[in-house]
T-cell receptor
Framework: GENVEQHPSTLSVQEGDSAVIKCTYSDSASNYFPWYKQELGKGPQLIIDIRSNVGEKKDQRIAVTLNKTAKHFSLHITETQPEDSAVYFCAAPRGSYIPTFGRGTSLIVHP | GAVVSQHPSWVICKSGTSVKIECRSLDFQATTMFWYRQFPKQSLMLMATSNEGSKATYEQGVEKDKFLINHASLTLSTLTVTSAHPEDSSFYIC????????????????FGPGTRLTVL
């Protein structure tokens, strides 16, 4: 089955800095890679996703890059703000659509 | 994006009682919903896949007789924790796949806000 590794587990940055979170996956057949943001006590919120026919996707301050050869994908957040503080999860599908989640990265943005 | 709701948002119950959690897709029909469990500072653990009109598919190690799932309509799935015990205390989250006509795919999932269950 799919195995998803996510690093780092904790990331602390100053407001305005960039943050990068990386995930690797094992199943070369995987073709959809979402990123979720989870605030304390709430459900995960889809913030960006990418499919295997695209190498990079950007949405304002958030971008995701995908390297299918190396089987890894990354979340990039630029100009971080305190409200970006949350736990971020990557996922890769196991089978046709059931996602396997990474362990999560706790992002802390210091004002 | 598509909206998924859960009710209740939190519940406290006595050991031995049963608790029902509802998951609704508010503005779309979801043929497939998923139930997850999350412990503090941990990732989401898939418990089961709920398909409308058919039996749920449970992940290995999840007791189907303890966690009853019913997906009776295209907008509602329920999870009933039967004979709850303190070790069942957790954060339960549902998600739903968006239909293709809403710009979704077989992959895109939207999550509910979660239900915090505390068993005394």
């Amino acid at each position: 089955g799919e195995n998803v590794e996510q690093h780092p587990s904790t990331l602390s940055v100053q407001e305005g800095d960039s943050a990068v979170i990386k995930c690797t996956y094992s199943d070369s057949a995987s073709n959809y890679f979402p990123w979720y943001k989870q605030e304390l006590g709430k459900g995960p919120q889809l913030i960006i996703d990418i499919r295997s026919n695209v190498g990079e996707k950007k949405d304002q301050r958030i971008a995701v890059t995908l390297n299918k050869t190396a089987k890894h994908f990354s979340l990039h957040i630029t100009e971080t703000q305190p409200e970006d503080s949350a736990v971020y999860f990557c996922a890769a599908p196991r089978g046709s659509y059931i996602p396997t989640f990474g362990r999560g990265t706790s992002l802390i943005v210091h004002p | 994006g598509a909206v998924v709701s859960q009710h209740p948002s939190w519940v406290i119950c006595k050991s031995g009682t049963s608790v029902k959690i509802e998951c609704r897709s508010l503005d779309f029909q979801a043929t497939t919903m998923f139930w997850y469990r999350q412990f503090p500072k941990q990732s989401l653990m898939l418990m089961a896949t709920s398909n409308e009109g058919s039996k749920a598919t449970y992940e290995q190690g999840v007791e189907k007789d303890k966690f009853l799932i019913n997906h009776a309509s295209l907008t509602l799935s329920t999870l009933t924790v039967t004979s709850a015990h303190p070790e069942d205390s957790s954060f339960y989250i549902c998600s739903a796949r968006t239909p293709l006509e809403r710009g979704g795919s077989t992959d895109t999932q939207y999550f509910g806000p979660g239900t915090r269950l505390t068993v005394l």
